[in-house]
């Protein structure tokens, strides 16, 4: 999953407890090393009052002793006093010549490594050459931390007599429990610390993203057909609070924006309405005014043929005046919506009735029930069946050998479909898109109202029209809407 596709929310909510965890981490490491520091100080420290303790002990012997004070004598000198000093300090002695060789050890055992035995020239240097006169020496030896001092002992002419060695065992037990006790309290304290982070990010990150979530919800509810409500926020942060300001401008520009296109879209819709009335009624008064113009030049009285002109001039003005009519009636029918009227009425007997004004032979009807009940408007859905079968007519070429319009009604997924296809002539692709559109035709005649007047009536009863077309090969129109 990737961080770029997480919520504001999520985002918050991981960044709140990781923190929690980046901190426990790094205190518990700072811990560690502190501890490990201060364990360190602590076995240097002890060494070293070790090692005063010891030195004073052995200045003591030295200064008590009856054998001439000589590193020969060392020996002699700490024979049974060296376990004494042992047994006080709980820590091993070794006493070396100023050579290196060993003199004295108060570790009993028979065998000895031989870097027990000899002091390593390095050590002997070392030893020699800082101005303390003191090295410390850090190695591991079974797994287990071991740190060497090297000093001399001197008389009380401060000449060198020996060389003390006091190796000392760095025993960690103790500290390693404190620090594994602490680290358990530590972890403890973490996991509820976790715990109530994980409780307060939730509700923190609910409480921040909130507001967001409002105003998201009102940005994809925003539609420029219908009014909007503006976003109303009682406490919020000052950036959330210029973000809903920003956002309740936009809603009044977009408002007064829709207004002014709607305003602008009716004007332009009736402009051009009334411009293809205006023209489709220049369209029958141009032969009307011929042939009145006509008959009054070529009136004679004693014309034998008077009473056939007579009827001739008569049709042809009745003809043009019922062209004239239908344009009317066209435009009348899709200016007036759709009545509201929904009544239960079997949708297979309408569609037969419907049909029945049609004269043509090549009209087929299919139903896959005998009764298919609905709710809708009768008048309605007879003036959907007449116009798509109308338009299927006129869309036949007047050559075609088989022509062939199918008009079938059936159920499915509790709705009703009316199909009517047709095998005529078909729709080219560059004028699908604009089919519905009001006084958009292919036609020579008619205003091209008849199928957005359909798809005006068929969306006030919920329903929707398509339709699919195959250029020289027909169009099928598919009706569908709710039984209920």
Known sequence: MKIKKLSLRSRIFIAMILLVLLASILIAAVTIY??????????????????????????????????????????????????????????????????????????????????????????????????????????????????????????????????????????????????????????????????????????????????????????????????????????????????????????????????KLATSEREQAWREMAKQVAHEIKNPLTPMRLSVQSFQRNFNPDDPNINQKVTEYSNTLIQQIDTMSSIASAFSNFAKMPAQKSEQLDVVHIVKLALDIFNENYISFEADEEEIVAKFDRTQLIRVVTNLVKNGIQAMPSDKEDPQIKVKVFTEDNLVKITVEDNGSGIAEETKARVFEPKFTTKSSGMGLGLAMVKNIVETFKGNITFTSELGKGTVFTVTFPKA
């Open 34 to 259: 502190q501890y490990n520091e201060e364990a360190k100080d602590y076995h240097r420290d002890r060494l070293e009052r070790k090692e005063r303790a010891i030195r004073q002990s052995i200045e003591f012997t030295i200064s008590e002793t009856t054998y001439p004070v000589t590193t020969e004598n060392i020996p002699l000198i700490f024979k049974e006093d060296i376990f004494d000093i042992d047994a006080i300090h709980n820590l091993q002695i070794n006493l070396y010549d100023l050579d290196g060789q060993l003199l004295k050890s108060s570790k009993r055992t028979i065998q000895r490594d031989s870097s027990e035995i000899c002091l390593d020239a390095e050590i002997l240097n070392t030893l020699a050459n800082t101005a303390e006169h003191r090295y410390v020496v850090k190695n591991e030896k079974n797994g287990q931390t071991f740190q060497s001092s090297y000093s001399y002992i001197t008389d009380e002419k401060f000449k060198n007599l020996a060389i003390l060695n006091l190796p000392y065992l760095e025993n960690d037990d103790f500290l390693n429990r404190e620090l594994n006790e602490f680290l358990l309290r530590l972890g403890y304290a973490y996991v509820a610390m976790i715990l109530a982070a994980i409780v307060f990010a939730y509700f923190i990150s609910k409480y921040i993203t909130k507001s967001l979530k409002t105003i998201s919800e009102k940005m994809n509810e925003t539609r420029l057909e219908k009014r909007n409500t503006k976003i109303q926020i009682a406490s919020s942060s000052e950036e959330i609070e210029t973000l809903v300001n920003s956002y309740n401008s936009m809603i009044d520009e977009l408002e007064a924006s829709a207004i």
